[in-house]
């Protein structure tokens, strides 16, 4: 697909249902691959998630600015709506690398998103879904591919 069509179109359904994001660099012990379905984090396709985001920020924001000292609830409230929202599955997820899958509930994930030892998983898994590349059909082809 060539032109502004491949460039810039997003993959409305794939954007809406998720898509799988493997992790092969943080492979389990018994060597099965992490990967966790993702909807599109952007306001103007996953609606659900924008509205939530801005809901939950209402308590901690005053005049455009982040009320002094709620940073962390903030942060909080806005990881459940991505979990609730944005996070679609997950398989081969093991908290403990102990051959234990972890399955997939919305509480686990928000139980996991608000745990500051996983912040950096909750920034790459935001990252991804934020990226709109991951969702255009052409972006998806080539990861397909490789």
């Known amino acids: 697909m060539a032109g502004l069509k491949g460039q810039f179109k997003t993959n409305a359904k794939l954007a809406a249902d998720g898509k799988w994001f493997e992790y092969p660099a943080a492979a389990n012990s018994d060597k099965t691959i992490p990967a966790f379905k993702l909807a599109s984090a952007r306001s103007r396709v996953n ?26 609830e903030l942060n909080a409230a806005v990881a459940e709506a991505f979990a609730r929202h944005v996070i679609r599955d997950w398989r081969n997820f093991q908290p403990n690398d102990d051959g234990v899958n972890e399955p997939f509930s919305v509480e686990k994930a928000v139980e996991i998103l608000t745990d500051p030892e996983w912040t950096e998983l909750y920034d790459d ?18 990861t397909v591919k490789n």
């Open 47 to 72: 609606k659900a998630f924008a509205l939530a985001s801005k809901e939950v920020a209402v308590p901690y924001v005053k005049d455009g600015k982040i009320i002094e000292g709620a940073i962390e």
């Open 125 to 142: 898994l935001y990252a991804r879904a934020e990226n709109a590349d991951n969702f255009r059909d052409e972006q998806v082809a080539k």
